[in-house]
């Protein structure tokens, strides 16, 4: 199973080779990296925050490659939410992932690359999330999930007319690794339980052990601009969320949460109501398709 994950791995990425590659310093972007030497790595970190760095660091120094390091600032984060929420067209609470992937993709075009690689998909295809681990029918989630996912770094990577490759996304590589059973991607090795356990192993003899037995944390943690978070909510008084909870017609679930939405009435302007065939979302009132356990506009999870 470990030979034909790296040869199906390795088609992928050739059926979809790209001039650079978003390098967060997870496992997927950096499988990646290890099969495409010639991607141009870009690196984001807030202010020198996060793990992402320290992971490429180790990645770094066995591929003997230099990712181009993209320091972005506080008030340069804060000020590009308004740019982030336009081009998406929502205020999902998980925007400060987003702001990594935006401040990544600027700096590809301003590099001048046309194409540019991200790890897309991994996490979804290989049960990389915790929350799967309570999932009964992961096979038949993952079955499910594929006809329905939908990325922000495609909207993005348009804002910025790049052309965003993902292997993890290629139809061929999706169809194969549907067929891996799900008591292979979330598996329990030395006591303890991994996700993405079978592309692990895969790869285990040709990266580092630090970096293909890392934990899972979300690009806003590893990027940093989780700190982000923190900021916004110290502007926002226990009472004035309280009202603007009442006042709005929205499910707020944090005071950034609040905040991305009111950029998104000056942006964006009120949310749309739902189309048929669509369900209204109990969040934010906008549709959300049939099927779908994630609303697009407010992040809402059913």
Known sequence: MFNELRKQMKEAVRKNQGDGLLLSGGIDSGILAYLAPHAKG??????????????????????????????VTIDEALAA?????????????????????????????QQGLSSLMTGDGGDELFGGYPYMQEIEDLDGYLRGMSRLWSFSSNKIGEHFGLKVKQPYLDDAFVDFALTVPSAF??????????????LRKAFEPFLPPAFIWQGKRPLEVGSGMTLLRGIIA?????????????????KFLCKEHLHFYEIYRQEVGSVSL?????DPCPGC??????????????GWVQ
Not at 274 to 278: A, I, V
Not at 285 to 294: D, L, N, Q
Request: hydrophobic share 30%; proline share 7%; net charge positive.
């Open 274 to 278: 739902p189309q048929h065939g669509e």
């Open 81 to 109: 939410l308004r740019t982030v929420v336009r081009i998406l067209e929502s205020f999902d609470p998980v925007l400060p992932n987003d702001l990594a992937v935006y401040f990544g993709m600027r700096e590809a075009k």
């Open 185 to 198: 991607k979330i598996r329990e090795d030395n006591g303890q339980v991994w996700g993405k356990w079978v």
């Open 285 to 298: 009132g906008t549709g959300i398709p049939k099927g779908k356990r994630h609303c697009r506009v407010c």
């Open 234 to 250: 110290q502007r926002i008084s226990d009472r004035e969320f309280e009202e603007k909870q009442r006042e709005y017609p929205v």
């Open 42 to 71: 870009i690196t984001v970190s807030l202010e020198d925050h996060g793990d992402d760095p320290r992971f490429v660091s180790i990645l770094r120094g066995m591929l003997n490659r230099n990712p181009i390091p993209v320091n």
